[in-house]
């Protein structure tokens, strides 16, 4: 008799050991998901939803496997704040990352799109952006910064935009003020105008934290960022921006032409890259063109890209050297020399070297 009871407590153990194994397994399986089934879907939690109808709505379009296994984790894990709003799962999401996600809040956006302007990039190169990411034309961005009703608009609203925007040698009004970054665009359908907005409120946040230092400048703000426009396209390393800037302190002061190539392409609206320059284009006038004429001590009369923070720095915190030349290698590294003749002869060491860049 006490043979048969103990065989039949085996057996009952054994079951519920089997029973509690089982459960476990059945339970790990159903909070990790389905990871072979990335699928996308969109859910709308409504206000006031509690656990029982959020798990049953995440069964019935298929993100989840069992509402029960979802109430489990719940509980057992005192996940209780959970967020109105439209949500995008797919199966393969945990219940972990599920339960993040509607803690959090972070409710689905589909119509969003990514923006991203560069450094070192002009007005035409975003205009072709914005036609290429959003539903606007590369002629809207145009025909707004042609837009004197706009202009006046943004020269009220922001401290740091001038008249000096107005000069009608300019080509594009905004060139320089658009701060480099990646932005999050509502929808396609977002005008220019506001997209130009958020680029030029991050602008105003950027340079509100060199305010005291543009104010003890000698230069205007409108100056401080044609010159780090410069300073970008001429210096591929952070570190040799300072001594660029430098360089152009120094021309300037000498009233030296400052005989930067950028200038030079920009002034004829050719890509970098594109092509060399001709002996014409190098030597006609032109308001942005500081390697022609009449251009002694002077700035070209705008930016002529988007500016890193990297490169207001380096213009209003210039190391103090006394060169006047400098010279970068095809792997972008800067010489930097206090003599045309110290120019000269890097110029043709590079060469020999087979550093020079060519295109």
């Known amino acids: 008799m006490k043979k048969k009871l103990m065989i039949i407590l085996i057996i009952i153990l054994a079951l519920i050991v089997f029973l509690v194994a089982g459960t476990i397994i059945w339970y ?18 409504g206000e006031g939803a509690n656990l029982n109808s959020v798990g049953n709505l995440l069964e019935e379009k298929g993100i989840i496997n069992n509402t ?36 959090k ?6 119509d969003e799109i990514k923006l991203t302007y560069i450094e070192g990039k002009n007005i035409r190169w975003l205009a072709s952006k914005i036609e290429e990411t959003t539903n606007n034309k590369a002629e809207d961005v ?16 922001y401290w740091f935009i001038t008249d000096e925007i107005k000069n ?25 105008e506001d997209i130009l907005t958020v680029m030029l409120d991050q602008m105003e946040k950027v340079l509100n934290e060199y305010k005291s230092d543009i104010e003890n400048s000698n230069l205007t703000v409108h100056q401080i960022l044609t010159m780090a426009s410069m300073v970008e396209l001429e210096g591929v390393h952070d570190e040799d921006r300072t001594g660029i800037a ?34 014409q284009e190098l030597n006609t006038y032109n308001a942005y063109n500081t390697r022609g004429p009449n251009m002694e001590g002077k700035l070209p009369v705008g930016p002529i890209a988007s ?24 792997n972008g590294k800067v010489y930097f020399t206090k003599t045309n003749a110290e120019h000269e002869e890097m110029v043709s060491a590079l060469k020999t070297q087979g550093l020079w860049y060519e295109y």
Request: net charge negative; glycine share 4%.
């Open 142 to 157: 145009y025909n707004l910064l042609n837009n004197e009703e706009y202009i006046n608009k943004i020269i009220d609203k």
């Open 246 to 279: 430098s360089v152009f302190y120094n021309r300037l002061k000498e009233n030296m032409a400052l005989g930067s190539d950028v200038t030079t392409y920009y002034a004829w609206k050719i890509d970098m890259g594109e092509r060399d320059l001709t002996y």
């Open 68 to 103: 029960m296994a979802f109430r489990i984790y719940i509980k057992l894990n005192n996940k209780n704040n959970l967020i109105a709003g439209k949500y995008c799962f797919s199966p393969s999401m945990s219940f972990d990352e599920i339960t993040r996600i509607l803690e």
């Open 168 to 192: 009608e040698n300019i080509y594009y009004a905004i060139e320089g003020y658009l701060f480099p970054d990646t932005y999050i665009i509502e929808n396609a359908d977002v005008p220019v």
């Open 105 to 110: 809040g972070e409710v689905y956006k589909g």
């Open 307 to 330: 500016v890193s923070k990297a490169s207001i720095e380096a213009v209003l915190k210039p190391e103090q050297t006394d060169n006047f030349y400098f010279v970068a290698d095809k």
């Open 28 to 45: 790990n399986n159903s909070i990790s998901g389905n990871k072979n089934n990335s699928e996308p879907i969109i859910v709308e939690i």
